[in-house]
């Protein structure tokens, strides 16, 4: 079992970047395909990007391509999130997630994934 907590969110202005970090527990983390989604209020809760095991392959939601970069290292045990030219309408609840152990698809859906971080707020100001 993976357990994930995440950090780095904010308040940024429109244009400006943030990262976000997700520190991960739990014997399976390198080799769990881990992603990030985000829920903005009044709204279902939508895919932004996914890594695989060793790093070699990620996936964004297309929204998201060429603004935002996902990462992680193994070694630490961490994902990041790099944000980039952020806009209003990517304030939302961020969340790191991990799909179970073994499982080689880079998940584009919620249900994809089995362990979640309680989440981090970011916001920005138009």
């Known amino acids: 079992q993976v357990q994930l907590v995440e950090s780095g969110g904010g308040l940024v202005p429109a244009g400006g970047s943030l990262r976000l970090s997700c520190a991960a527990s739990?014997?399976?983390?390198?080799?769990?395909?881990m992603g990030w989604l985000r829920q903005a209020p009044g709204k279902e809760r939508e895919f932004v990007a996914a890594i695989s095991w060793g790093g070699d392959r990620t996936y964004y939601a297309d929204s998201m391509k060429g603004r935002f970069t996902i990462s992680r290292d193994n070694a630490k045990n961490m994902v990041y999130l790099q944000m980039n030219s952020l806009k209003p309408e990517d304030t939302a609840v961020y969340y790191c997630?991990?799909?179970?152990?073994?499982?080689?698809?880079?998940?584009?859906?919620?249900?994809?994934?089995?362990?979640w971080g309680q989440g981090t707020q970011v916001t920005v100001s138009s």
């Open positions: 997630a991990g799909r179970s152990a073994g499982l080689d698809r880079l998940g584009a859906s919620e249900a994809d994934y089995a362990y």
């Open positions: 739990g014997r399976t983390f390198s080799n769990s395909v």
